[in-house]
């Protein structure tokens, strides 16, 4: 069966500073792996998504995510965090051996001090 | 990107009364879904909203709580059925393309209050 895991609920950074939201997974076959945000009050917004090739993958807003399939993880990126990226984040996964059902993580919610 | 439009945006409802939320996909969508999320939580996929048919409900799920339909591919409803407070949550219409890879987009979500 296919999971996704954000092992942190909270990440704290300084406005300026680089951030990173950890995702980790578990599939039967290959992984298909997606970002999304979501500000209060509002719909999930999608960032970015892993489903082949180049394993560094950009995004919008500037950030981007690292597929490492030897530690089958997926973390997501900024090099300088802005307060406006205070939100929560969802990792979730696909798994490609079939079914079009998207796991989601528990989400983690980014803080970024000014 | 998909464009996903949903109505009501917010509701306060009675306990034991029905809500129904609409929800309206561009062209390019060809699946549909309808989640719960509680709020800061996670999602939760209630079911597939099949064009036509019934739709696909995940445990945990029955229709005769949460009827779906579907009458052509653009436009889904989901039916909150006698409602208590437990369903206090908000709801997100989903929807992407055919294809297994293919990104799936959100609508802005149904704030749900039962008191």
């Known amino acids: ?114 | 990107s998909a464009v996903i439009s949903q109505k009501p945006s917010r509701d306060i409802c009675q306990r034991g009364t029905s809500l129904t939320i609409q929800c309206q996909v561009d062209s390019q969508v060809t699946m549909m879904f309808w989640y719960r999320q509680q709020p800061g939580q996670s999602l939760t996929l209630i079911a597939t909203a099949n064009q036509g048919s019934e739709a696909t409900y995940e445990s945990g799920f029955v229709i005769d709580k949460f009827p779906i339909s579907r009458p052509n591919l653009t436009f889904s409803t989901l039916t909150v059925s006698n409602m208590s407070p437990e369903d206090s949550s908000i709801y997100l219409c989903s929807g992407k393309r055919e294809g297994f890879t293919d990104t799936q987009y959100f609508g802005p979500g149904t704030r749900l209050t039962v008191l």
């Open chain 1, 1 to 114: 069966a296919q999971s996704v895991a954000q092992p942190e609920d909270q990440v704290n950074v300084a406005e300026g500073n680089p951030l990173t939201v950890k995702c980790t997974y578990s599939v039967s076959g290959n992984p298909y792996l997606f970002w999304y945000v979501q500000y209060p009050n509002r719909g999930l917004q999608f960032l970015l998504k892993y489903i082949t090739g180049d394993n560094l993958v950009k995004g919008s807003y500037g950030f981007e995510a690292e597929f490492n399939k030897s530690q089958t993880s997926f973390h997501l990126k900024k090099p300088s965090a802005l307060v406006s990226d205070s939100a929560l984040y969802f990792c979730a996964v696909r798994d490609g051996t079939g079914g079009f059902n998207t796991i989601f993580g528990a989400g983690t919610r980014l803080f970024v001090k000014a």
